[in-house]
Structure formats: C-alpha cells, structure tokens
C-alpha cells in the first residue's frame, strides 16, 4: 500500500530557531500533499495544500511566512517552522494524495514539535 | 463557516458491547464524509462515504451516510480492546476542478475494556 514517512518524528527546539519537518511519499508519487497540526485533544487543521512545483495554498490564519513550504518533487515536502515560540508546539502531520483527491490521502506517522 | 461535530467526545463500555459514533456536519460543496481512526499516530483510513442510504461494512465496522440529515453514523459491534482509539469523522469539499480539502471533526475517543 501507499505509505507516508516524515521526519523527524520528534523535534524540541529553542524558542526563536526554524525547524524543518520532511513528508515523503515512498512507494507513490503524489501531487498533492496535505500539511495539518493537532493540537492535544483536538482535530486535524488543515494548513496547507501543496502542489509539486507550485506555491503552496494557505488555509486562512495561517501565516505563510511562518510556515514555510516547499514540494520541490513528487516525492517530498517540507514544512519548515520560522522563528518557533512555544504556541508553535504541536503535532505536525502531513499526508499525500496519488491523484490530487483528498479521499485517497495517506497520512505520515506525524511530527511532535516541542519548542521551549 | 464548514464545521463537523462529533459525538459522544469520549465512550468507555466493556469488551463485546456494541457502540454507535455520530458525525454531523454542515460544509459547502459536500463531495464525500471519511471515517478514520487514529491510534497513537497518523489517522488510518476506515471508510468513505458518498450516497446516502448505502452502508459499507468491513468487519465488525459499519457506516451509513445521511445527506438529507447531514450526518453519518459509525457501529462498532462486540468491540474488542484492539478498537480502543480516537475516531475521526471527516468531510471532503471542494469545487469542480480544484483539489478538494478535508474538514476533520474533534473525534470520538473510545475506550474499550476488559
């Protein structure tokens, strides 16, 4: 089947230091990737919809020059966190789409991003 | 605004029950409702649903969708410990011809013991 690795799996960091979250599709290539943050008992956000080869789409409130990302292949996509404060600690998780429906995402095992 | 709303929040009932997890929503642009459960990780996909009226069963797992209600039920039945999990309802949206996004619910977490 379709699987998504990310990595790190865990990252804690300085307050004020960028932080970079790698998503890969492993045995597919997909169009489309998904990047959400979970928040301790809360859903899935959606944050973003990235496009091989294109600017990501932002969902409204989150700051794009915040969240930085970047799907430079079929393959990859990155999330890198700027200038991280505390509020950013999260659990950060993409997922992967083999033909740009959401229906068929495949998600990562996610990131747990600490910042102190 | 698009909202999914889950119920019950959280369930705890003994090995060999049968539960029923609730998923309402109210989203523009409807296209289907998922069914995931998320463990400890990454959200493993259940089920998707477009017609309503139609059940999809897999295992001791079922859904059924109600598009003129707006919701969607779960059944899990004679539930074992290994269906202990958070369980994710979420509706896919989107226009024609533009990459459709998912709008997850806040989940149903259950707890099944011995």
């Known amino acids: 089947g379709a699987v998504v690795s990310q990595h790190p799996s865990r990252v804690i960091c300085k307050s004020g230091t960028s932080v970079k979250i790698e998503c890969r599709s492993l045995?597919?290539?997909?169009?489309?990737m998904f990047w959400y943050r979970q928040f301790p008992k809360q859903s899935l956000m959606l944050m973003a919809t990235s496009n091989e080869g294109s600017k990501a789409t932002y969902e409204q409130g989150v700051e794009k020059d915040k969240f930085l990302i970047n799907h430079a292949s079929l393959t990859l996509s990155t999330l890198t966190v700027t200038s991280a404060h505390p509020e950013d600690s999260s659990f950060y998780i993409c997922?992967?789409?083999?033909?740009?429906?959401?229906?068929?995402?495949?998600f990562g095992p996610g990131t747990r991003l600490t910042v102190t | 605004e698009d909202k999914v709303v889950q119920s019950p929040l959280s369930l705890v009932v003994h090995e060999g029950d049968t539960v029923t997890l609730n998923c309402s929503y109210e989203?523009?642009?409807?296209?289907?409702l998922l069914w995931y459960k998320q463990e400890k990780k990454a959200p493993t996909f259940l089920f998707m649903l477009?017609?309503?009226?139609i059940e999809k069963k897999s295992g001791r797992l079922s859904s059924i969708l109600d598009k003129k209600e707006l919701f969607s039920i779960l059944n899990i039945t004679a539930t074992q410990t290994g269906d202990s999990a958070v369980y994710l309802c979420a509706v896919e949206r989107g226009n024609t011809g533009t990459a459709s996004k998912l709008t997850f619910g806040t989940g149903t977490r259950l707890q099944v013991t011995l």
């Open positions: 997922s992967a789409s083999l033909f740009g429906s959401s229906y068929e995402q495949y």
């Open positions: 045995d597919f290539q997909a169009t489309t």
């Open positions: 477009t017609s309503s009226g």
């Open positions: 989203v523009t642009n409807f296209r289907s």
